[in-house]
């Protein structure tokens, strides 16, 4: 069974700092989703990374993807307020497979 | 623009009332998923139509039924829905991922704003 983690739950950074949210996952894939869900609204799709050692980066976002080590993270430069929102990691299991296995979420607040 | 619509934004119900959510979809996707999302929790898919085929999860209650009339709408029924049924309900698509992963593309799934249900 694909296991995905995200690490940390909840985290709580000041504004202008940067921190990294990690995402770890059980089984081989080469294709992992990055989800924003602000409050009490749905997923919105930030990032799709296709292969090993892909980067993609919109504004103060930028995630990438290590196959090998079964590993993506997803850097906050410089945080600003309007970041703040849970954000889930999705691995797609089998290739070709039409579900995936999404992560815990993280919480991150961002404070003025 | 292309997109999912999910109606009502807001339901509630009783104790043990049926419900029925609606999810319908401009992008011509073949995939329809519906999950539900508990506070605080990550999206849990109750099931899944590929064209007209229902895939539904090993755990998903039998309280939980879907219809999928056509390629833009699907449904979700709640037969008696009880309070640990209060949830947001999320409708998504994706496109051909079987087909589109044999040429290269992917399994991006496309969400609609939600449902929240209330069970009084």
């Known amino acids: 069974e694909l296991k995905v983690e995200q690490n940390p739950l909840f985290l709580s950074m000041q504004e202008g700092k940067n921190y990294t949210i990690y995402c770890n996952y059980s089984?081989?894939?080469?294709?992992l989703y990055w989800y924003r869900q602000d409050p009490g609204k749905s997923l919105e799709s930030l990032f799709v990374l296709l292969s090993n050692g892909a980067v993609k980066q919109e504004g103060r976002l930028m995630a990438s993807l290590d196959t090998k080590a079964r590993l993506s993270t997803l850097h906050i430069t410089a945080a600003v307020h309007d970041l703040s929102a849970t954000y889930f990691c999705?691995?797609?299991?089998?290739?070709?497979?039409?579900?995936?296995?999404f992560g815990t979420g993280t919480r991150l607040t961002i404070i003025p | 623009d292309a997109m999912v619509i999910q109606n009502p934004r807001y339901q509630v119900t009783q104790f043990g009332k049926p419900v029925t959510l609606s999810c319908s979809q401009t992008?011509?996707?073949?995939?329809m998923y519906w999950y539900q999302q508990k506070s605080s929790q990550a999206p849990k898919l109750l099931f899944h139509?590929?064209?007209?085929?229902?895939?539904n999860e090993a755990d998903t209650p039998d309280n939980f039924q879907s219809r999928r009339p056509n390629t833009s709408f699907c449904f979700l029924d709640i037969r008696s829905p009880g309070l640990g049924d209060a949830a947001m309900y999320l409708c998504?698509?994706?496109?051909?991922?079987?087909?589109?992963?044999?040429?290269?593309?992917?399994?991006?799934?496309?969400f609609g704003p939600g449902t929240r249900l209330t069970v009084l």
């Open positions: 998504a698509t994706s496109r051909d991922p079987v087909q589109g992963a044999l040429r290269g593309a992917y399994n991006e799934q496309f």
């Open positions: 139509y590929y064209d007209k085929d229902f895939n």
């Open positions: 992008l011509n996707h073949n995939v």
């Open positions: 999705a691995v797609d299991e089998n290739f070709g497979n039409e579900k995936l296995t």
């Open positions: 089984t081989t894939s080469d294709r």
